[in-house]
């Protein structure tokens, strides 16, 4: 970043690391720990589809890395999810699918295209959680979706105590956009 751009007050953009989600395996034991939510064994990834037919070659190849265990749906915003399943104490192999998505995506120069992805928790008490990774921030935050669109902010809050040092975990709340009906959750 120059002089320029700090006397104007621009800010660098911050750069997506994908191999932070790697960290998801640890902090998902911490988070059982402190909150008895367990991995479901889901996690899926979101995009905005792109015209054209190198879009549509690296969709394809992303979905070719996982076989018949990912599922394909689109939301009311227009995003693309790609939905995949794991057996729950599979949560490493799982992160490592959805790390293969977003890299083949990123690779193919389709990163600006990506939102989020995110794995899922669930405790016996049906509280159910998702931890999410925003691609353009490179940060994490956790979503708790309650009945009729609310929210559980105590777990929510919990869980970012739990998770802090575990996970880059984003600091302004207003980005913990909810994810109402996200495949997985």
Known sequence: M???????????????DLDALFALPSAAVTLQAATGLTPTGLGSVAFRAAEGGAFASAEQDAKA??????????????????????APDA???????????????ESAGFGPSLLCSLVSFAGEDSRRLAVV?????GTFYPFAPLRGQRRD??????????LDGELPLESDLSRWFPVWGAPGL
């Open 2 to 16: 120059g002089w320029l751009d700090s006397l104007l007050g621009r800010s660098k953009p911050v750069e997506p």
């Open 65 to 86: 890395l996982l076989g018949d265990r990912v599922e394909e749906s689109r939301d009311e915003y227009g995003y693309t999810w790609l939905l995949v399943r794991r």
């Open 133 to 137: 990774y925003l691609y353009k921030r």
């Open 91 to 105: 949560l490493s192999d799982l992160v490592t699918e959805l790390h293969a998505v977003n890299s083949t995506l």
């Open 153 to 162: 902010n105590a777990l929510e809050l919990q869980s970012r105590g739990t």
